[in-house]
């Protein structure tokens, strides 16, 4: 089982200002990354201890790291010499490998795949981009009140897990205060040596700045939910390192037996564990590199994350297949229904439907699947009829230059018919421009019961996400629709008396708010039409997101009774991010404003946020802008508002020369809670930034001009509360 690669570390995009500018440890890293598992070959030495490939001239211990040159790397065979392991050892040894069931991790029997994720819910494969597959057991993810455990077989196609991944750990005894761990406060923090928590990339050694929450419902011990405040990288493999934690006595946290064994090198006499020991040695040998003192851990495991390909191939497929078959050809659509002046500012609401290829089973409607054949390709199945509705201002009906045509994407299980409010009635008034959209298929007021049922049971979460890849596709013919010179223009309600259209089809801009801009982050990056796209009080990823949110309230209703387990909950949460990486924000966040995916361009971001946001919390916002580089504009927030001892940590300042920027709008809320749990004190500010006619003539100058235009004088952008 090949664990890493000799070679040069791969170019990595730099996450943030100086504080985060760190020098990459890579060749001490070398010795770790090479290891090969004899075991894997039948040629494991008769003692149990497992063989390990390291370069030529390094110390045979395989944790002590010594520079090489990879250029001309050699390598010989060492043996990591065993110790004995005491009676009392072994004894519990044995006890927590009788008490795992097959293809459980036995470093923590309190749930199967807990800690998550990792390697030891993995497979290998040689024909995946990371050399791994996911392999959670039949029975191995959290089961519902109904005794029905989840399916695993949609998580079981990844070859990774999800790069935006929360951590988690359960400890039996644990005094979160007393530990010390990070918080979102103080980032910095985290990335000391003496900080109790630390994950490191082993292909670079570089540690990932993070904070770790504490799930409040959990009462029996204490899971921790560790939160990387950047998204990783595809493809990569993450060591995880507990250390110098305190129980509620005040002394040390004890580590299990096994990890013990691990840790200090007993053999522990059984074959299964030792097969896993070179993938804990690595995972102890890169947070050795990091600074992080072996002795003081009391756990610590890998996990490796998904390939890219394997978070885009079927959007990528179905884009390319789908605008490819359209050509240079309109979807046929239908104009059903054009109310004139219904609203004040809107002079035109025109409603219709268009034709999708339908990738979806059946007739693609709600709780359907992507139509995978035996082979696990994808094949179309046939049309659908997506809807569709555009707000024409009176301002362009009375004007006489084409408009601006923006393409708007709606909020948390809504409809397409936002476009109506207020808000975006007055942005299309006070800058001419025409609005569009169709429902986000898979994420719409008619996917409501989808959502609850896999609330009751996650095994019907995987249709859930199918049918987001449906609603993306839909938003990708819309933008050909509206763009197409024999597509809406070509509408009596789309031109003036003289047949002259009223908008200009050349240019496509994008504007979302809340689940808009969440999924706009993933149909932003996918989208070959849109040049630049506004992203209003947006973050990523959702598994971050929901326990923070107002919005998750009624759902926790549902999801409580069905998993009555807190800790079945948080990992249900966990692993469905696995899934949603291929659908939100979060899983193509690295190829919106740099590194394009094939056959699309980059695009300029401009993020607002509202500070103390009920519903999408201002923390997804930063690890957004983080992932992208995109900078921050200062002051982030007037002296004393923001919890941070560094407002903005690890974002670089917004300069005359950045393309892209986050801007956070302050109406007056109390900041949000240090825990995870939603605010719930002054007021929601959620909907202030895009009421506010300042904030839209920012958003017009951004998409319609390129511009960044500081309108809050060099000063903390306050805004009066909506």
């Not at 950045?658 to 007021?683: C, K, N």
Request: aromatic share 6%; proline share 8%.
């Amino acid at each position: 089982l090949l664990v890493g690669n000799i070679g040069e570390a791969p170019s990595r995009a730099h996450y943030g200002g100086p504080m985060l500018a760190r020098s990459r440890r890579v060749a001490g890293a070398l010795a770790a990354t090479t290891m090969v598992l004899a075991s894997c070959s039948s040629n494991e030495p008769a003692n149990g201890s497992p063989d390990v490939t390291t370069p030529t001239g390094s110390d045979v211990s395989a944790t002590e790291s010594t520079p090489s040159d990879t250029s001309s790397t050699t390598t010989t065979t060492t043996t990591i010499p065993l110790g004995a392991a005491d009676a009392a050892t072994i004894d519990a040894i044995d006890a927590s490998l009788a008490s795992s069931p097959a293809g459980c991790d036995p470093l923590d029997t309190r749930q199967c795949v807990l800690p998550f994720p990792s390697n030891a819910t993995t497979v290998a494969d040689p024909d995946s981009p990371t050399g791994r597959r996911v392999a959670f057991p039949t029975a191995g993810l959290p089961t519902n009140a109904n005794g029905v455990p989840i399916d695993p077989t949609a998580w079981n196609r990844s070859d990774g897990f999800s790069a935006n991944t929360p951590i988690l750990a359960w400890f039996a005894d644990l005094d979160p205060v007393a530990s010390d761990l990070p918080s979102w406060t103080d980032l910095g923090a985290s990335l000391e040596q003496s900080a109790p928590v630390t994950v490191v990339d082993t292909s670079t050694g570089e540690r990932i700045p993070l904070w770790v929450d504490v799930d409040p419902a959990v009462d029996d011990g204490t899971l921790l939910a560790i939160r990387p405040a950047i998204g990783l990288e595809a493809a990569t493999t993450y060591a995880v390192g507990l250390g110098d934690l305190v129980d509620t006595a005040g002394t040390p946290v004890e580590p299990s037996a096994l990890f013990v064994a691990y840790r200090d090198r007993l053999d522990t006499l059984q074959p299964a564990l030792e097969q896993r020991r070179v993938d804990i040695e690595t995972a102890l040998a890169a947070l050795a590199d990091a600074g992080v003192e072996r002795s003081t851990l009391v756990l610590a495991w890998s996990f490796t994350t998904a390939s890219i390909e394997n978070t885009t191939a079927t959007m990528l497929q179905m884009r390319d297949e789908t605008l490819e078959g359209l050509g240079g050809l309109t979807p046929e659509f239908e104009i059903t229904n054009v109310t004139e002046r219904p609203e004040p500012g809107v002079g035109r609401f025109v409603e219709g439907t268009y034709s999708v290829p339908n990738w979806m089973t059946e007739e693609g409607t709600p709780g359907t699947s992507l139509n995978r054949l035996a082979d696990g390709t994808l094949e179309i199945t046939g049309v659908v009829q997506s809807p569709f509705a555009c707000t024409i201002p009176d301002s362009v009906i009375d004007g006489d230059r084409p408009a601006h045509v923006v393409q708007y994407g709606h909020g948390l299980l809504g409809s397409h018919l936002e476009i109506a409010a207020p808000d975006v009635a007055a942005m299309g008034e006070e800058h001419g421009a025409v609005h569009c959209a169709t429902k986000w298929a898979g994420f719409s007021e008619d996917d409501i019961p989808t959502a609850l049922s896999a609330l009751q049971d996650f095994s019907a979460f995987p249709a859930f996400i199918d049918r987001q890849h449906q609603g993306l596709l839909n938003q990708l013919v819309l933008s050909r629709l509206i763009l197409a010179e024999n597509g809406l223009v070509t509408e009596p309600p789309f031109q003036r008396a003289d047949g002259e259209p009223l908008v200009d089809t050349g240019r496509l801009f994008f504007d979302g708010n809340s689940q808009g801009a969440v999924m706009g982050m993933a149909f932003a990056a996918l989208s070959p039409d849109i040049e630049r796209a506004v992203l209003g009080v947006v973050g990523m990823n959702y598994s971050t997101l929901l326990t923070r949110s107002v919005d998750f309230d009624g759902f926790e209703t549902i999801l409580a009774p069905a998993y009555p387990d807190p800790v079945d909950r948080a990992i249900g949460i966990a692993a469905a991010q696995i899934l949603w990486d291929s659908t939100e924000g979060a899983g193509y966040v690295r190829h919106l404003v740099a590194d394009p995916l094939p056959d699309t361009a980059a695009k300029d971001v401009l993020i607002h946020v509202a500070f103390g946001d009920w519903q999408v919390s201002e923390l997804t916002a930063m690890v957004a802008a983080r992932t992208m580089d995109v900078p921050i504009h200062r002051p982030v927030t007037a002296d004393g508002r923001s919890r941070e001892s560094d407002p903005g940590w690890g974002i670089e300042s917004l300069d005359d020369d950045a393309r892209s920027a986050l801007v956070i709008w302050d109406s007056g809320s109390d900041p949000i809670p240090i825990e995870a749990v939603p605010p719930r004190t002054s007021r929601d500010p959620h909907d202030d930034p895009r009421n506010d006619v300042e904030v839209r003539r920012q958003k017009a100058a951004f998409l319609f001009d390129g511009g960044l235009v500081d309108v809050c004088n060099g000063g903390p952008c306050m805004i009066e509360p909506r």
